[in-house]
Nanobody, 120 residues
Framework: QVQLVESGGGLVQAGGSLRLSCLIS????????MGWYRQAPGKQRESVAS???????NYADSVKGRFTISRDNAKNTAYLQMNSLKSEDTAVYYC??????????????WGRGTQVTVSS
């Protein structure tokens, strides 16, 4: 069974850094696309960063120059390095991966989220 688990969230002061990790396991043949999303209280979920299998990267304008998405294929893990954090970055962060399973099918998997709180 495929599972996707985020980690690395926490409480940090404004200007600080955090690195989120997203590990997927179970019946994986390949990872196509991975992305990080966030949802702040009272707001809709928004895309933060994405990385396609061909290496194309996109960032939300609000995080450009501060956040970096990366992947370690050998570890089936995605990362989101977050620097110069601001109070408006406070949200639950979710990881999503489009994965080709060993049975040959593509599916979109989501983690349960990890809380990031930035104090001003």
């Amino acid at each position: 069974q495929v599972q996707l688990v985020e980690s690395g969230g926490g409480l940090v002061q404004a200007g600080g850094s955090l690195r989120l990790s997203c590990l997927i396991s179970g019946g994986i043949f390949s990872i196509n696309r991975m992305g990080w999303y966030r949802q702040a209280p009272g707001k809709q979920r928004e895309s933060v960063a994405s990385l396609t299998g061909s290496g194309t990267i996109n960032y939300a304008d609000s995080v450009k120059g501060r956040f970096t998405i990366s992947r370690d294929n050998a570890k089936n893990t995605a990362y989101l390095q977050m620097n110069s954090l601001k109070s408006e970055d406070t949200a639950v962060y979710y990881c999503s991966m489009v994965v080709r399973s060993t049975s040959g099918y593509f599916n979109d998997y989501w983690g349960r989220g990890t809380q990031v709180t930035v104090s001003s």
